[in-house]
């Protein structure tokens, strides 16, 4: 079975100071992995995905990630966070179940910007 | 292109009632997923439509059961509710079965049961 473990429930970085997110994944075959973020009271939001193209995955607002077979990792990394990085991320991998594609989600990081 | 819609966006239900949530796919679409995700959690897969039929359900009891129309819009509909049924539902839509392409999601309805 498909699974991912977010390694942190809780990262506080200064604004302006690199950010590291660490999920780890478990997968019997190639699996498809995406970051997402939750804002307070939205939904969720596409950061990236990999889907066994590049291991190093570009995503928007300038986040990436960057797959390792060997360590099982998918971590989310940022240069420079910014105030408006705060939210919650979730690790997800796509599982296949009899067919049919569903997400399984990490518990959460929820990332906090400090002035 | 529009993205997914979701109402209400908040609802209080007494335990015991039914309750039924509404979502419009993204344009295009014709996959939809439902997801609960109770406060502090992850979300967690309820089940999928896809072209109008259910092909795959997570760990959710028979009382949670959905719809989705040819439009592609989709119900999930929740009876004998539960306190714990309180959560945050997302829709999520996609093309063909999801998978490697990604779902786009809305912003929820959060549920209250009291």
């Known amino acids: 079975a498909q699974s991912v473990t977010q390694l942190d429930s809780h990262v506080s970085v200064s604004e302006g100071t690199p950010v590291l997110l660490r999920c780890n994944y478990s997968?019997?075959?190639?699996?498809?992995l995406f970051w997402y973020v939750q804002h307070p009271n939205k939904g969720l939001q596409l950061l990236l995905k990999y889907t066994s193209a590049a291991t190093l995955v570009k995503g928007i607002n300038g986040f990436e990630a960057e797959f390792k077979k060997s360590e099982t990792s998918f971590h989310l990394t940022k240069p420079s966070a910014h105030m408006s990085d705060a939210a919650e991320y979730f690790c997800?991998?796509?599982?296949?179940?009899?067919?049919?594609?569903?997400?399984?989600f990490g518990t959460g990081t929820r990332l906090k910007v400090l002035a | 292109e529009t993205g997914v819609t979701q109402s209400p966006t908040h609802l209080i239900k007494t335990r015991g009632q039914q309750v039924t949530l509404r979502c419009s796919s993204q344009s295009g679409h014709n996959t939809v997923s439902w997801y609960q995700q109770a406060l502090g959690q992850g979300p967690q897969f309820i089940f999928q439509?896809?072209?109008?039929?259910?092909?795959g359900r997570g760990n959710f009891p028979p009382r949670f059961s959905g719809l989705q129309f040819p439009n592609y819009s989709s119900e999930l509909n929740v009876n004998a509710l539960e306190l714990d049924d309180s959560a945050l539902y997302l829709c999520?839509?996609?093309?063909?079965?999801?998978?490697?392409?990604?779902?786009?999601f809305g912003s929820g309805t959060r549920l209250t049961v009291v």
């Open positions: 997968s019997s075959y190639s699996p498809s």
């Open positions: 997800v991998v796509s599982d296949q179940l009899s067919g049919t594609y569903k997400y399984i």
């Open positions: 439509y896809y072209r109008e039929e259910e092909n």
């Open positions: 999520a839509s996609s093309l063909e079965g999801g998978g490697a392409r990604g779902y786009t």
